[in-house]
C-alpha cells in the first residue's frame, strides 16, 4: 500500500464490505430466539461479526435468522417477510424446528417439517437450542460462503 | 361444600340437574358438580351473584373429549383472603355433530378467549360469544385438534403437512399405526351409533 492508493477486485471489495456489515432482521419464533437474543447481549456480542444490529424492517435487513419453531400459520408469515427483503439475501435456519420440526415432527399436526419447504435456506445450525457459539459458527459459514460469492461477474457481467 | 352448593344451585335454578361428582375411591383430585349444559348460563349468574359463595372470577374453561360426550369443564374462584374457594363446574355435551352452549362472556370478560380456545380445539359453539373465531389455529383450518377422531390434514396452503420425503421408515410406521388407530375408533364410533 504506497501513496494511498488500495488495489483489490471490485467483487472481493464487495463482498468484504457485505460480509462484515450483515444484518439480521429482528425476528424470533420460539424458544430458539432466547438463544438469538443472547447472541446478540453483551457476553457474546454478535457485533464483532458486523452483525448485530437487529433491522427491525425486513426491507433493511439482509439476514433473516429463522430461530424457533415455524408453525403452518407462521409459515405464510415467513414467506411473505422473506420476500420483503431486498436482494442479496441469506436465511439462518437455527434449531432443529427450523431445521426440520425438531421435538414436533412427529405428532406436530401444525408445525412445518422445516423452513426449507417455504425459503430457501444457506446455513442450517442444529441444537435445541443450539449455544450462541453455534449460531456464530453459523453466521461464520455464511461469511465464508458470502466471501466465495462473485456477484457482479455472475450477475451483471454475464448478462450484460 | 359441595353437597351444600348443589342442593342450592337445584333450589334456585329450574332444570340445572346439579350433582356431585366425588373423585373415586382412592384416586387424588377435587369433587366437581355437573349440571345440564341448557342451564349453565343461568347456573353461573346465580354462582357469581349468589352472595354466600360468589364466584368472582372464572379462572380457566376447558374441555375434554370422551367420545361419548364432551366435557366443558369451568373451574370458577374467588380470591377473599379470609375464605378463599374455587370450584369446578363441568356439563357435558352430547351432541358430537354440532355442540352448542351459552356463553358466560356476560358474567366474566376472562370467558372470551377461553371460549374461543374451547371452540378452536374441540368446535364447542357457543351462542351470544361476542367475538366466536378461531384462536390459535389458523382461520382456514380443517377440524378440531384435541378431538379423539381428529385427522391432520394432508395439505395447507399448498404446503404438505407430513411431507413423504422428510419421513424416516420408523416415522411413516407411526404415521400408518395412527391411521390405524384413527379407523378403529371411528368404526367403534359407529357402532355405538355416533
Ligand atoms: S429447536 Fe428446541 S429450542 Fe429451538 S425452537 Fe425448537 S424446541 Fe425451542
Not at chain 1, 35 to 49: H, I, N, P, Q, V
Request: charged content about 25%; aromatic content about 10%; overall charge negative.
Amino acid at each position: 500500500m504506497q501513496d494511498g492508493i488500495v488495489l483489490a477486485k471490485a467483487d472481493e471489495l464487495l463482498n468484504w464490505g457485505r460480509k462484515n456489515s450483515l444484518w439480521p432482521m429482528t425476528f424470533g419464533l420460539a424458544c430458539c430466539a432466547i438463544e438469538m437474543m443472547a447472541t446478540g447481549a453483551s457476553k457474546y456480542d454478535l457485533e464483532r461479526f458486523g452483525c448485530g444490529a437487529f433491522m427491525a424492517t425486513p426491507r433493511r435487513a439482509d439476514l433473516m435468522i429463522v430461530a424457533g419453531t415455524v408453525t403452518l400459520k407462521m409459515a405464510t408469515r415467513v414467506k411473505v417477510l422473506y420476500e420483503q427483503m431486498a436482494e442479496p439475501k441469506y436465511v439462518i435456519s437455527m434449531g432443529s424446528c427450523a431445521n426440520k420440526g425438531g421435538p414436533y415432527w412427529q405428532h406436530g399436526y401444525h408445525v412445518l417439517k422445516g423452513v426449507d419447504e417455504v425459503v430457501p435456506v444457506d446455513v442450517y445450525v442444529p441444537g435445541c437450542p443450539p449455544r450462541p457459539e453455534a449460531l456464530i459458527e453459523g453466521i461464520m459459514t455464511l461469511q465464508k460462503k458470502m466471501a466465495s460469492e462473485r456477484l457482479l461477474a455472475d450477475k451483471w457481467v454475464k448478462n450484460a | 361444600m359441595l353437597s351444600e352448593l348443589s342442593s342450592l344451585i337445584n333450589s334456585k335454578v329450574p332444570n340445572a340437574k346439579a350433582e356431585v361428582i366425588n373423585p373415586e375411591e382412592g384416586s387424588l383430585g377435587e369433587g366437581s358438580i355437573l349440571v345440564a349444559p341448557e342451564s349453565i348460563y343461568a347456573v353461573c349468574e346465580f354462582l357469581k351473584t349468589n352472595d354466600k359463595y360468589s364466584f368472582n372470577a372464572l379462572q380457566v374453561i376447558s374441555g375434554v373429549d370422551y367420545l361419548e360426550c364432551i366435557e366443558v369443564n369451568y373451574m370458577l374462584g374467588n380470591f377473599d383472603v379470609n375464605n378463599p374457594r374455587q370450584l369446578i363446574l363441568k356439563t357435558k355435551l352430547t351432541d358430537r355433530v354440532n355442540p352448542r352452549l351459552d356463553s358466560v362472556c356476560g358474567l366474566w370478560h376472562a370467558a372470551n378467549y377461553q371460549e374461543r380456545e374451547c371452540y378452536d380445539m374441540l368446535g364447542v359453539t357457543f351462542n351470544n360469544h361476542p367475538d366466536h373465531r378461531r384462536i390459535l389455529c389458523p382461520d382456514d383450518w380443517e377440524g378440531f385438534p384435541l378431538r379423539k377422531d381428529y385427522m391432520t390434514q394432508k395439505y395447507y396452503r399448498d404446503m404438505e403437512v407430513f411431507p413423504d420425503d422428510k419421513m424416516n421408515y420408523e416415522e411413516r410406521e407411526f404415521i400408518v399405526r395412527q391411521k390405524q388407530m384413527e379407523e378403529d375408533l371411528k368404526k367403534r364410533m359407529l357402532e355405538r351409533g355416533m
